[in-house]
């Protein structure tokens, strides 16, 4: 870099303008500079000086520190849910997104201790080698790992979270991706990112069900860019949806044949999947035919339309626990306040609460009760004790200071 602020570091201008789904020029604008300024900026030639990352910072809401952090090792590439045609500014949104939630919880595990990952590992190098009873075998053991038995999940969100599984449930503005998965380098953890956007419960159980099949299955498997082996990928996610949420024994003996639409209704309700995937289910199950599963996809199709069933609002969409919980438990423990938070992870307040499902103004100033989902360190609970008289009602800073200083 030939001046300015040595630090910056020119990968996070990418993620950022990923993020805010900015263009080079419409940042140029924003800050004051010229399109080919931060196009230097963005390529490592020149580095911002420190008036300009001031207004460079402010413009995209984080702190000016965030912009010197160097980049975490990473992620593997996400697997994205559905919708492979999906716009590419989009998907570099989404992807940004599940890397900053990384970094955040990287951050978080200096304080605290997260549930164990529990998952069934599978070494699939290639989609060709996975079959439907490779699928069965795998949804059934995740089931036992997670003590699930062979009923409904009452709430399947809360089953991967204790469980290990990173989730994160937000409004992200595309309706298109459902959802997406990738693995953390840096913490050996799956991640999940949901989209909020429908609010619909049953697609959303279906969409986690999904990216978890996504994990166990094709951790190895390399990307599927030609459209018939994407599909491929995607149908054995959506089986082993099925799979876990519809147990083979449990759900092919509450079926009675023939099958009717209303009888499905029962089933969506108690297990919390919708009438198409159900369909779909007892295709593979063999309970039913291919010509009986596209006639009653037209009856439902003719009776209720494509996009809606009946029931969709019986549920509330399920919601992540874990990030809560931790800031929550972080906060009223006295080991960072939470005015501190959004500065300690160097983003904006409202990309935090959104990331980790905080109401809107908590990190301004509200406060909410602790649920000890995540256990904090035994030597944070030792510290506390020791200074609960000297420092009692008040916030305990960090009890080692962050990598970096917070401007």
């Known amino acids: 870099m030939s001046r300015g602020i040595a630090e910056f570091q020119p990968d996070r201008l990418v993620q950022v303008l990923a993020a805010r789904r900015l263009s080079q020029t419409q940042l140029a604008t924003m800050v004051g500079v010229s399109p080919a300024t931060i196009s230097k900026w963005r390529s490592g030639q020149q580095a911002p000086e ?28 996400p697997l994205f849910r559905s919708n492979a045609s999906a716009h590419v500014a ?26 164990e990952l529990k998952l069934p590992h599978r070494s699939f190098t290639n989609i060709d080698e996975i079959s439907d009873a490779d699928i069965e075998d795998a949804a059934s053991e995740c089931r036992a790992l997670w ?3 062979t009923k409904e999940i009452p709430d399947l969100t809360l089953a991967a979270e204790s469980n ?7 409004e992200t503005g595309v309706a298109q991706i459902e959802g997406l998965s990738a693995w953390s380098e840096t913490l050996s953890v799956p991640f999940v990112l949901l989209s909020s956007d429908k609010g619909n419960a049953f697609r959303s159980r279906f969409d986690l069900a999904h990216e978890i099949g996504h994990l166990i299955l094709h951790r190895y498997v390399g ?35 023939p099958v009717t639409l209303d009888s499905l209704l029962l089933i969506k309700q108690r297990y919390g999947i919708s009438v198409a995937a159900s369909i779909m289910r007892l295709h593979v199950l063999n309970i039913i035919t291919e010509e009986e599963k596209q006639n009653l996809y037209k009856r439902r199709s003719a009776r209720w339309g494509v996009k809606s069933e009946p029931g969709d609002d019986y549920r509330e969409p399920e919601k992540p626990r874990l990030l809560k919980r931790t800031i929550e438990l972080l906060a009223s423990s006295g080991i960072i306040s939470v005015e501190r938070l959004a500065a300690f992870a160097g983003l904006s307040a409202i990309d935090v609460e959104m990331m980790v499902g905080l109401p809107e103004g908590y990190l301004t100033g509200k406060k909410a009760a602790v649920v000890h989902l995540a256990k904090l360190k035994s030597m944070l609970a030792e510290r506390r004790e020791e200074q609960a008289n000297e420092h009692k009602g008040a916030l305990v800073q960090f009890t080692r200071p962050p990598k970096r200083s917070n401007s």
């Open 50 to 77: 420190s008036e300009a990352l001031e207004r460079l910072a402010t413009v995209v809401n984080v702190t000016p520190e965030w912009f010197t952090r160097p980049l975490l090792p990473g992620m593997s590439k």
């Open 90 to 115: 989009a998907r570099a949104m989404l992807e940004t997104r599940i890397h900053w939630a990384n970094e955040l919880v990287t951050k978080l595990t200096e304080f605290v201790d997260l549930p």
């Open 147 to 149: 003590n699930l038995g």
């Open 164 to 170: 290990g599984i990173i989730v994160v449930r937000e």
């Open 223 to 257: 990307n599927e860019l030609e459209a018939e082996r994407y599909k491929l990928k995607e149908s054995q996610a959506h089986k082993f949806a099925g799979a876990l949420l519809l147990p083979a024994e449990t759900f092919a003996e509450e079926i009675r044949t």
